[in-house]
Antibody, heavy 129, light 107 residues
């Protein structure tokens, strides 16, 4: 069965670094694009970063650009988020999610859209002194 | 793209119908999903493509709409349906965006 499990969360001081991991099972990890999404305490969902199946395409939210780095190791069925220069506002539950692809044909051209279909349970990062 | 959900909180009695709205600041075609989140749990995909139920989702959940106005309807609320619901657009990316959520609570 499809499963994602995050790890690596914890208490970090402002300005510090942390590496999150997400281990996938039950599907061919190397076929799927992946994302990180976070949720601050009592708040809504915020997309953080996206990576293609080969790692050749990567996107970041403006709020983390230049501070966070997404990567993956398909041989280990693992996704990573290296976080640096952490701030109090980065405090959140961090989820990894699998991106399902929708292919749509429009005027003879295929377009691809990605939505999050499977989520891990999340790992909590607290940035505080 | 900004997604605005309404109402922020919906009070419904078990067995009643719940109607949740999501309005997009720009046209997102049918590239909209709905998620359910219970306290302490990860979001669960309910609907994608504005109206397609995800695998294993009960038929009492239905989605409709296209363009900039969308609706999630729960036809007869069960006890396990009291939760927060988020809409999510994946038409214009990056960034992928979510609405602020609608809490469905017991009346």
């Amino acid at each position: 069965q499809v499963h994602l499990e995050e790890s690596g969360g914890g208490l970090v001081e402002p300005g510090g670094s942390r590496r999150l991991s997400c281990t996938a099972s039950g599907f061919t990890f190397s076929d799927y694009y992946m994302s990180w999404i976070r949720q601050a305490p009592g708040k809504g969902l915020e997309w953080v970063s996206f990576i293609s199946n080969t790692g050749s395409t990567i996107y970041y939210a403006d709020s983390v650009k230049g501070r966070f780095t997404i990567s993956r190791d398909n041989s280990k069925n693992s996704l990573y988020l290296q976080m640096s220069s952490l701030r109090a506002e980065d405090t959140a539950v961090y989820y990894c999610a699998r991106e399902e692809k929708e292919e749509q044909l429009f005027t003879g051209v295929y377009y691809y859209y990605y939505y999050m279909d499977v989520w891990g349970k999340g790992t909590t990062v607290t940035v505080s002194s | 793209i900004v997604l605005t959900q309404s109402p922020a909180t919906l009070s419904v009695s078990p067995g009643e119908r719940a109607t949740l709205s999501c309005r997009a600041s720009h046209n997102v075609s049918s590239n909209l999903a709905w998620y359910q989140q219970k306290p302490g749990q990860a979001p669960r995909l309910l609907i994608h493509g504005a109206s397609t139920r995800a695998t294993g989702i009960p038929a009492r959940f239905s989605g409709s709409g296209s363009g900039a106005q969308f609706t999630l309807t729960i036809s007869s609320l069960q006890s396990e349906d009291f939760a927060v619901y988020y809409c999510h657009q994946y038409n214009n990316w990056p960034p992928w965006t979510f609405g602020q959520g609608t809490r469905v609570e017991v009346k």
